[in-house]
């Protein structure tokens, strides 16, 4: 919070004299919780059976704290996850689209088709479709209904290696 304050008062200093100044939330990272607002239990109860299994990518623990408090004591959703190199479906539904769950990504995620995994299963189930995060670019981001599109699965890029001269 310290450096999106200054940014904010330096930017401040820079606007025109009678401009309004965009509120401190626009100068953060990360978007405070409202009062109340809490994950699903079953996002929260999937993290903590995937944590056990070792199997939680690392940059989805930027929400461990709000996910233990929602899923102490739930019992863990079946299936628990799909997951993709730069982002996580917890507790995924089946929608007549694609998939349904509580999304964590990265920014790299955001505006691309990634293939996703069973945990500990690296054989692609579907290739989805992330929207970018609704507040705007964020580096790691949580969306709590998030309906992911199915999409086709992205051919591998084929390597050509030219003659030698």
Not at 29 to 53: D, K, N
Not at 80 to 93: C, F, G, H
Not at 104 to 127: K, N
Not at 133 to 149: D, I, T
Request: hydrophobic residues 45%; contains cysteine.
């Amino acid at each position: 919070m310290p450096v999106a304050y200054l940014h904010q008062r330096t930017h401040a200093l820079a606007m025109a004299e009678g401009a309004t100044v965009p509120p401190l939330a626009d100068y953060c990272l990360f978007r405070q919780r409202e009062p109340g607002e809490q994950p699903p239990a079953e996002a929260g109860a999937a993290m903590l059976a995937l944590i056990a299994a070792r199997q939680f990518p690392g940059f989805a623990l930027t929400f461990y704290e709000p996910l233990l408090q929602a899923g102490q004591g739930q019992p863990a959703p079946s299936p628990l996850a799909l997951v993709a190199e730069d982002a996580i479906l917890l507790a995924p539904r089946r929608s007549a689209t694609g998939w349904e769950g509580f999304l964590i990504a990265e920014h790299s995620a955001a505006d691309q088709v990634r293939p996703f995994h069973w945990p500990g299963d690296p054989a692609p189930v579907a290739w989805l479709a992330v929207a970018p995060p609704a507040g705007g670019a964020a580096a790691v981001w949580a969306e709590g209904s998030a309906c992911l599109p199915t999409r086709e699965s992205q051919p591998a890029p084929e390597t050509q290696l030219s003659p030698p001269p």
